[in-house]
């Protein structure tokens, strides 16, 4: 799942499987170290100097861009000076034309029967806090304008303004739009698609900056990147709607910057930058492929669950279908493992398929209960699936169970393993939990890469 972060911002959100996506390509970057301090009223006229000289800065940033990436302007790209106000009512609007609040809902809801999220927590009021905090200007590839903030100096915005840049250039070149539309039963490859996306304009921004100091791009080691992107780390959560979100929405904040950064960086020390355009038009297609580079030059993609109506559910209504990815289970591991171990757990991931299933007579206006949640996984071994199965029983052994309002009887959370296979339920009636198990081992499919159909 992605949640509806993801993504820059409303490429998806994406949370539960990974949440709700917030289209991740808008996700915008922080311009500065931790919280700015409110700033002083200008007069009509200084705000308007101001503004000058921030589209002065655009149209200089742009020709350093251009010269360092490679990516030629194809046609002037729009821009507009907004507040934070301003920009934050974009993010919404964006949000809310492509996630009907009945998805966000649905969202928080199985992140709360995950455990990733807190039984009494606003989803909606996280994101959007989280999201307007960070917030320092974004690019749209759907209005193709760029939006900069005009609550901070420009010298203090050039960097993120190089990461925004590269992204308008990026959809004049590769088209953004193929990579911002949600995948509202893929989150997994959203997130893997962002994380293409912000890796290039994060690794953009950092031979930008090391350029301005002087720093000889040729001598840029693994160890600069790593640098660039601890530092980056530490500039997004410097904030405190960051630091009190939940993990799930930090990590798959972060996730495309970062790991986006090292999948980039592992071929950019390497080649020049006509080999990340390749990437664009034979994207990366699991999280998996992001963690793991080697992966993706295999060509090693994610094997396909093909999921069967269940009649031990008849008369439940589905919810929800969609991907959770190696990044999501390494999430949801984590939340009761080391991280190591938690790492070490996801990493045999094959492939998996999440369908949530509301309760009988409940509504779209007023769900009355969590929902049932069933993943079943695929494995790229049998040892990596007994592995994680040791993995996800700690995890739900530390959930909640006993009554609930979904089904009027006791619900529980089953783990089965069988083979390289292995089947999670979650907030299932015990009365239904033998019948469902047996029915998804029985009918649910598994289609390796081999025998899927080509596009």
């Known amino acids: 799942m992605r949640t509806i972060l993801h993504p820059s911002v409303p490429a998806s959100w994406r949370p539960r499987g990974r949440h709700v996506v917030l289209a991740l390509l808008l996700l915008p970057l922080a311009a500065a170290d931790g919280p700015q301090p409110r700033p002083r009223p200008r007069t009509p006229e200084a705000a308007a100097t101001h503004h000058e000289a921030l589209l002065s800065a655009v149209d200089e940033i742009t020709r350093q861009v251009v010269a360092l990436r490679g990516l030629p302007v194809k046609t002037p790209f729009k821009r507009g000076v907004l507040s934070r106000e301003e920009i934050g009512r974009k993010l919404q609007e964006r949000i809310h034309r492509e996630y009907t609040p009945e998805e966000v809902r649905i969202e928080a809801a199985i992140l709360k029967r995950m455990g990733l999220l807190p039984p009494e927590a606003d989803y909606e009021k996280l994101l959007f806090n989280l999201l307007t905090e960070q917030v320092a200007g974004f690019y749209d590839p759907y209005t193709q304008t760029l939006f900069i903030a005009d609550w901070l100096p420009v010298e203090m915005q050039r960097p993120a ?8 250039l990026q959809d004049q070149h590769f088209d953004l739009k193929r990579f911002s539309r949600p995948l509202k039963e893929e989150g997994d490859r959203q997130l893997a698609h962002a994380s293409l996306v912000e890796g290039d304009g994060t690794a953009l921004m950092l031979e930008f900056v090391a350029k301005s100091m002087g720093v000889d791009l040729g001598q840029m080691s693994e160890m600069a990147f790593r640098l660039g992107k601890q530092m980056m780390q530490m500039t997004m959560s410097a904030t405190p709607a960051f630091q009190q979100a939940p993990a799930v929405l930090r990590e798959t904040l972060v996730f495309p910057y970062a790991a986006g950064l090292d999948f980039i960086e592992s071929m950019r020390t390497h080649h020049p930058w006509s080999r990340i355009n390749e990437l664009f038009r034979q994207p ?8 793991h580079p080697e992966k993706y030059h295999s060509r090693e993609q994610p094997v396909v669950v093909l999921p069967a109506p269940l009649t031990a559910l008849a008369g439940w209504r589905e919810l929800k279908r969609d991907v959770l990815g190696e990044v999501l289970f390494k999430i949801w591991f984590g939340s009761k493992l080391p991280e190591e171990a938690a790492e070490r757990a996801a990493a045999g991931w094959g492939g998996d398929r999440l369908v949530a299933w509301a309760a009988p007579g409940s509504t ?16 790229d071994s049998e040892r990596d699936a007994r592995e994680a199965e040791r993995a996800a029983r700690q995890v739900t052994a530390s959930l909640e169970t006993g009554g609930d309002t979904s089904g009027g009887s006791a619900v529980g959370h089953v783990v089965v393993r069988r083979g390289r296979n292995m089947l999670i339920l979650l907030g299932i009636p015990a009365s239904l939990q033998a019948r469902v198990v047996e029915e998804v081992f029985r009918t649910w499919r598994v289609v390796p890469p081999a025998l899927q159909e080509g596009p």
């Open 161 to 168: 303004l190089a990461h925004e840049i590269e992204h308008a």
């Open 284 to 291: 990366p297609e699991s999280t998996e492929q992001i963690l």
């Open 364 to 379: 779209d206006s007023a769900a009355p209960g969590l929902p049932i949640v069933i993943n079943f996984s695929t494995w």
